[in-house]
T-cell receptor, first 114, second 111 residues
Framework: EAGVTQFPSHSVIEKGQTVTLRCDPI?????LYWYRRVMGKEIKFLLH????????ESGMPNNRFLAERTGGTYSTLKVQPAELEDSGVYFC????????????FGEGSRLTVL | QKEVEQNSGPLSVPEGAIASLNCTYS??????FFWYRQYSGKSPELIMS??SNGDKEDGRFTAQLNKASQYVSLLIRDSQPSDSATYLC???????????WGAGTKLIIKP
């Protein structure tokens, strides 16, 4: 069974540019989460999809971040325009059923904003 | 603000000994507790979940929860060098699916 896959694994962009991160969850997992870890800090929740619906987006830092999950399959997280403080590792995770904390994580997308 | 606290370490333990990792949390309404292991440059991997007070054992791992003290721990028996990693404590509430994460404890098992 394929795990959670994320693309790209690493992206280096300049301040003001746009980046789109993609996540393919485990097939059949309705719950999809985006998390972010800034260097030296703890992992922070960004948002949660149940199928194609945003269940909770309270962790999104600001309106420069836009997440979508069309069709309830893969998800994208767009940062536009990127700022220096957006640098970090963006993790996607998925889960099945109601056990929200038992997550399967992707390898992460490392974003570096110069 | 809800917080989860862990000692950042590194915690150095000789091979074959018991490694004890600790975590405290601030939200008394927390209902679910998780330990994730993260190898350097890799994704977090769930190793234990615990939902009620007491101990829960799975192989060499034992999770301990004390809600009155707002404390959760992870014991690793017969530590192996392959257990060297960062261990992340994560706490959830029933009201939503957000997890609040600790910053992690780096564990080093010395051969």
């Amino acid at each position: 069974e394929a795990g959670v896959t994320q693309f790209p694994s690493h992206s280096v962009i300049e301040k003001g540019q746009t980046v789109t991160l993609r996540c393919d969850p485990i097939s059949g997992h309705d719950n999809l989460y985006w998390y972010r870890r800034v260097m030296g800090k703890e992992i922070k929740f960004l948002l949660h999809f149940v199928k194609e619906s945003k269940q909770d987006e309270s962790g999104m830092p600001n309106n420069r971040f836009l997440a979508e999950r069309t069709g309830g399959t893969y998800s994208t997280l767009k940062v536009q325009p990127a700022e220096l403080e957006d640098s970090g590792v963006y993790f996607c995770a998925s889960s099945q059923g109601l056990l929200g904390g038992e997550l399967f994580f992707g390898e992460g997308s490392r974003l570096t904003v110069l | 603000q809800k917080e989860v606290e862990q000692n950042s370490g590194p915690l150095s333990v000789p091979e074959g000994a018991i490694a004890s990792l600790n975590c405290t949390y601030s939200d008394r309404g927390s209902q679910s507790f998780f330990w994730y292991r993260q190898y350097s440059g890799k994704s977090p991997e769930l190793i234990m979940s615990i939902y009620s007070n007491g101990d829960k054992e799975d192989g060499r791992f034992t999770a301990q929860l004390n809600k009155a003290s707002q404390y959760v721990s992870l014991l690793i028996r017969d530590s192996q060098p392959s257990d060297s990693a960062t261990y992340l404590c994560a706490v959830g509430t029933d009201s939503n699916y957000q997890l609040i994460w600790g910053a992690g404890t780096k564990l080093i098992i010395k051969p």
